[in-house]
């Protein structure tokens, strides 16, 4: 059993940076894990993700060269560092942990089994 717990989301201005935490709690951290994010009237969508085993990390084109995703040396907590920021990047956003660890990123919500609870990232002018 594994949770989720994303923290760090707050009301920001544009152009501002902001970075979110995602907690894994259970009795292994051994996951790719997903960034996502739901905007009002709009399906989630893959922010970006890292891969456990590679650390390799992969972006949507919306956040490339804007977000960073990285994660503490025991992969329990990891971050995504939003810079930059742009009104469009009003959402909640969700970490998720991938059905398989593996060498490929999974991009699609499907892919992802285990989510937290979101955090509130609101930009404004």
């Known amino acids: 059993q594994v949770r989720l717990v994303e923290s760090g989301g707050r009301s920001v201005k544009a152009g501002d940076s902001l970075r979110l935490s995602c907690t894994v709690h259970?009795?292994?951290?051994?996951?790719?894990i997903g960034w996502f994010r739901q905007a009002p009237g709009k399906a989630r969508e893959f922010v970006g993700g890292i891969l456990y085993f590679s650390g390799r990390t992969d972006y949507a084109d919306s956040v490339k060269g804007r977000f960073t995703i990285s994660r503490d040396s025991a992969a329990k907590n990891l971050y995504l560092q939003m810079n930059s920021l742009k009104i469009e990047d009003t959402a909640v956003y969700y970490c998720?942990?991938?059905?398989?660890?593996?060498?490929?990123?999974?991009?699609?919500?499907?892919?992802?089994?285990?989510w937290g609870q979101g955090t509130q990232v609101t930009v404004s002018a």
């Open positions: 259970g009795r292994t951290v051994i996951y790719d």
């Open positions: 998720a942990t991938a059905r398989t660890v593996g060498a490929r990123m999974s991009t699609t919500e499907g892919a992802y089994n285990n």
